[in-house]
């Protein structure tokens, strides 16, 4: 059966905005959960080879954009990880040149400490922890 047409409320206008209520009330959830408690994708990673000692350039890095990590090697043979997950507003860090660089806002971070060298960041990146054996750099 057709719904007659105009701006009255019909079945279709009320399902649609019930099902958008509800869409937000579970977006606002997961925005209302604490930036330390959100799982990341490098939290599943623990204990596997996420690069190899070749994919890291010495005195610089590389991301690895879809587990959300920083790799870097600030002097030869020194591997650091860190959380790409910009301290700021929470964007993917994307580039590693000399330092470390979110370009959403332009904070920059130490390539050996993951330390804010520009804001508007106001906390360094998460250090995590890696491995290295032969060639693997494992997430530890």
């Known amino acids: 059966m057709r719904e007659p047409t105009g701006t009255g409320v019909t079945r279709r206008r009320v399902l649609g905005a019930a099902g958008a209520a509800g869409a937000a009330a ?8 604490p930036e330390e408690d959100r799982p990341t994708p490098h939290d599943k990673l623990h204990g596997t080879v996420v690069a190899q000692t070749g994919d890291v350039p010495e005195g610089g ?18 591997y650091k990880a860190f959380s790409a997950v910009c301290a700021h507003a929470g964007c993917t860090i994307q580039e590693v040149k000399e330092n470390i660089h979110c370009l959403c806002h332009g904070s920059e971070f130490d390539l050996a400490t993951g330390d804010v060298l520009e804001g508007p960041a106001n906390k360094p990146l998460e250090p995590l922890d890696v491995t290295v054996e032969g060639t693997d750099i494992t997430l530890v």
């Open 61 to 78: 890095g590389t991301v690895i954009v879809k587990s959300k990590l920083v790799l870097t090697q600030p002097a030869k043979g020194d």
């Open 26 to 33: 579970v977006g606002a959830a997961a925005c209302a959960t």
